[in-house]
């Protein structure tokens, strides 16, 4: 592996270029570029907000704040997966002719989507200040744990990154891997907390008794509904929340981030991005052979 | 001038040939117990080196190896067993503009494609001029490469190849595309390249062409290299051969 990650950085002006590639024919396509792509999420967080806010009846203060810091970076973790594991695939005709290290390809769709999600991040605090300044200044919408969100990226993107690299790979070799990827992408969205939070779920648990903590630990294991709630723990301010406890809304104080949980996170993340990287260098000399 | 920049001992290639084709997870499920797992020995023990300055023709019948060699130089395959080592930088010609971007425009896919093989940012700027004057597209450089005609195409990937000062060129039969003009300029360049020192290693069915490049021939057969030698003696024998009506492989 040490000899497959200097060979890539051998390479990573290539790596660049191929970034800077995928973001140009994302946006030169289109009149409005950028700005579509970003319209997009912003556009899907006002939808979920009404019909949260007034068909649902949930009370959230700031909810939109709530959704779009758990929804943008599910649409990266969403979208990473998805182009990556494409990219071998659509690629094949160069890999059968040049050699470059193969793990640019994944990468660069990991990167690229990770620069629009900054990009959208950036939105988002345009956003969340506007609406500070709009509604005459009250607490300030962000806090002091804004430093832990270098932390929180660098898991969150080794773990699109493992994903990536392993199903890229895989999809080389049996194409119906990205038709499962979407539909497994498209379920985790709703077992995901994006329109509901972490809380809901651990209310919704009580009832269980003795099993309660155990299926809540078994819900927040999957290591997307950890990250995306700290993302929330990190962007947003913390302001009440209404969940539903015995079948009543009720407005709570958030409870804080659940440490071992965001750390089993971190260590699964960690793995996948080692073992995704691992099996990509194993399969990758025979992309080129494949029937 | 005798360094050795190629070198391949006793190289194996072996193909694990499917019948199912392009497999999916379906297929993996249900069949698993009965995957064919023929095998192709495509090389057998292949061992020749390319010393810098010469120029080499690959020759032989389809399915003899030669695709296969020259893929596993260029990187693109690793032998099953045996070494290959190459010293130097290599520059595949490309097939159509294997690796344009259809939706760039063609200077945007000039710097992508310098850099795949293995320029920096820098050094293909400074080659640009040149590459875009010897592809004779001068505005078009700056339209999205989808609306190039195939001619146009293969100028471009030939201008990048030839603008990378690559230490060995690998030519698998792209010298025919283009009209009259370009093929004259290719060969124009190719002697140009081997006057200053260029090493080259091409594959091709075209009598000519071994003829008017080639310093040396060697003629792969089975698997294995069957005749190395000066093009005029190996190009008879394999012409002689090819005649032959008995002939096996």
Same mark, same amino acid.
């Given at each position: ?6 060979? $890539? ?7 660049? &270029? ?42 959230? #203060? ?25 990219? %071998? ?8 002719? %040049? ?18 999600? $900054? ?34 990226? $660098? ?38 907390? %994006?329109?509901?939070? &972490? ?24 290591? %997307? ?27 709570? #104080? ?11 996170? &971190? ?10 990287? &691992? ?13 | !001038? ?9 190289? @194996? ?5 499917? @019948?199912?084709?392009?497999?999916? *997870? ?19 023990? *292949? ?28 990187? *693109? ?39 795949? !093989? ?71 360049? *190719? ?13 091709? @069915? ?44």
């Amino acid at each position: 592996m040490r000899d497959d990650l200097k060979e $890539l950085w051998r390479f990573r002006e290539l790596l660049g &270029a191929m970034v800077e590639r995928e973001l140009r024919i994302r946006y030169k396509n289109s009149v409005l570029g950028i700005l579509w792509s970003l319209l997009n999420p912003l556009v899907t967080v006002a939808v979920m907000n009404f019909v949260l806010k007034n068909v649902m009846q949930n009370d959230t #203060q700031s909810f939109s704040a709530y959704i779009l810091a758990a929804y943008l970076p599910f649409m990266f973790f969403q979208l990473a997966v998805l182009d990556s594991s494409q990219s %071998v695939l659509a690629a094949l005709p160069v890999v059968k002719k %040049v050699y470059f290290p193969r793990e640019i390809l994944p990468l660069a769709s990991v990167i690229s989507n990770g620069v629009h999600f $900054l990009i959208a991040l950036v939105v988002y605090f345009v956003f969340i200040f506007v609406v500070w300044a709009s509604t005459g200044f009250g607490t300030p919408p962000v806090t002091y744990k804004l430093w832990f969100l270098p932390v929180l990226l $660098l898991i969150h993107f080794s773990l699109a990154t493992g994903l990536s690299l392993f199903f890229s790979a895989l999809n080389v070799f049996y194409e119906d891997v990205k038709y499962a990827l979407t539909i497994v992408l498209y379920l985790a969205f709703f077992l995901t907390p %994006v329109m509901y939070f &972490a809380e809901t779920v651990y209310y919704a648990t009580r009832k269980y008794g003795a099993m309660a903590d155990l299926l809540y630990t078994v819900f927040m294991s999957n290591p %997307v509904a950890t990250i995306c709630t700290a993302y929330r723990k990190v962007l947003v301010a913390p302001g009440k929340i209404q969940v539903l406890i015995n079948g009543h809304a009720e407005q709570i #104080q958030p409870r804080p981030l659940d440490w071992t949980l965001f750390g089993l996170a &971190a260590v699964l993340s960690f793995v996948v991005l080692i073992g995704g990287y &691992a099996f990509f260098n194993r399969m990758k000399w025979k992309f080129v052979e494949r029937p | !001038m005798s360094e050795v920049l190629v070198k391949l001992e006793n190289v @194996h290639k072996e193909f694990v040939l499917s @019948h199912s084709g392009a497999s999916s *997870i379906k297929t993996l499920l249900l069949w698993w117990k009965r995957r064919s797992k023929e095998k192709l020995n495509a090389l057998n023990g *292949i061992s020749f080196e390319v010393k810098r300055g010469e120029s080499v023709a690959l020759i032989g019948r389809n399915g003899a190896g030669k695709s296969t060699t020259l893929s596993l130089i260029s990187r *693109i395959y690793k032998a099953t067993s045996g070494t290959v080592t190459v010293n130097g930088r290599l520059a595949p010609l490309l097939e159509l503009g294997a690796g344009f971007h259809p939706d760039l425009t063609g200077l945007d896919n000039v710097l992508f494609n310098g850099m795949i !093989m293995g320029l920096t940012r820098k050094q293909v700027t400074e080659r640009l001029p040149q590459i875009i004057a010897f592809a004779e597209l001068d505005k078009h450089i700056d339209a999205p490469v989808r609306t190039y005609s195939s001619g146009m195409l293969a100028r471009l990937g030939f201008a990048v190849a030839v603008h990378v000062d690559a230490d060995v060129l690998i030519v698998d039969e792209v010298l025919a595309v283009g009209d009259f003009t370009f093929e004259k300029k290719c060969y124009d360049f *190719i002697d140009q390249f081997r006057k200053q020192g260029g090493t080259i290693l091409f594959v091709s @069915h075209n009598a000519e062409s071994v003829k008017r490049v080639a310093d040396r021939c060697v003629w792969l057969k089975g698997g294995l290299v069957h005749m190395d030698g000066d093009p005029e003696s190996v190009l008879a024998s394999y012409q002689a051969d090819a005649a032959a009506p008995n002939e096996g492989l």
